[in-house]
């Protein structure tokens, strides 16, 4: 069987980075700050079709974001942290808290604060536009770049993985 598809069987919590991941990394900003970022409708429809399916979906993002917050309400992602400096201390603290483990835990990244996600992630995805650091450390590199379907293809092939070979 596909290892990949070995590797995806347990998982039950998926750990998303927000820009770069969710977005396309790019933020329109004003003189009052941030304007927008733009999250892809693909992308969405993934992530609720992993809810139905009973996945945990975090979103553990090192900036703070109405935008961001607004979208991951819309979408039912239950766990959101925002302005988080250490993302392998607040993941290991969400770990604890939900009773999951690292073999349970996947990890999308872009960008190299997310190589602690990694660390505590038993699949490590990166997006294909991600920084070089993360494409060597990942198992998987999707073959859409961030805020363009990278995160629907995680999801499709979390989904597969569950379903009946
Ligand atoms: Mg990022």
Not at 16 to 36: C, F, H
Not at 90 to 107: F, V
């Amino acid at each position: 069987m596909d290892p990949l598809r070995v590797a995806l069987a347990p998982i039950r919590l998926l750990v998303l980075d927000a820009d770069g991941v969710l977005t396309d990394g790019q933020i329109y900003w004003s003189d009052r700050g941030e304007a927008g970022v733009a999250f892809h409708v693909r992308d969405g429809w993934g992530i609720r079709r992993l809810i139905e399916a009973g996945f945990l979906l975090a979103v553990i993002s090192g900036r703070r974001s109405e935008a961001l917050a607004s979208r991951v309400q819309a979408l039912g992602i239950s766990h959101l942290h925002q302005s988080v400096e250490d993302k392998g201390a607040t993941l290991a603290g969400l770990q604890a808290g939900l009773g999951c483990r690292i073999a349970e835990t996947a990890a999308l990244g872009d960008d190299e604060p997310d190589l602690a996600l990694f660390a505590a992630s038993a699949v490590r995805f990166a997006v294909a536009d991600a920084h070089p650091s993360l494409l060597e450390a990942a198992d998987y590199v999707t073959r859409a770049p961030g805020g363009r379907g990278a995160v629907r293809e995680v999801a499709d092939l979390l989904l597969a993985a569950r379903s009946p070979a």
